[in-house]
Nanobody
Framework: QVQLVESGGGLVQAGGSLRLSCAPS????????MGWFRQAPGKEREFVAAFRWSSGRTNYADSVKDRFTISGDNAKTTVFLQMNSLKPEDTAVYYC??????????????????????WGQGTQVTVSS
């Protein structure tokens, strides 16, 4: 069973920073791309950022562009989400997701939750005003 585990969430004041991590629990496995999504109470899950291991290419939601940075480690096992200049509207449960294999459609569908194969349980991020 493939499992992803997020960590690094917490409570922070507006303008502060947090760094989220996502790594497989148990056995490691190869993935084509990783994504971060978030879901606030009463709202649908929304795309935050995506990262491709082979090219290092990244994508961001407009709402987090220039504030958040997604990256992966050299071992290609852990993906990070550095979140700076946090705002109260960033408050949500943050989920990481893994896409196992290449798809030509991914370049246009990376923001769709349905494109990912495995998900973590989420980590809470709360930004106070």
């Amino acid at each position: 069973q493939v499992q992803l585990v997020e960590s690094g969430g917490g409570l922070v004041q507006a303008g502060g920073s947090l760094r989220l991590s996502c790594a497989p629990s148990g056995r490691t496995f190869s993935t084509y791309a990783m994504g971060w999504f978030r879901q606030a109470p009463g709202k649908e899950r929304e795309f935050v950022a995506a990262f491709r291991w082979s090219s290092g290419r990244t994508n961001y939601a407009d709402s987090v562009k220039d504030r958040f940075t997604i990256s992966g480690d050299n071992a290609k096992t852990t993906v990070f989400l550095q979140m700076n200049s946090l705002k109260p509207e960033d408050t949500a449960v943050y989920y990481c997701a893994a896409k196992l294999s290449f798809s030509a459609l991914y370049s246009s569908t990376y923001s769709s939750p349905g494109r990912y194969d495995y998900w973590g349980q989420g980590t809470q991020v709360t930004v106070s005003s």
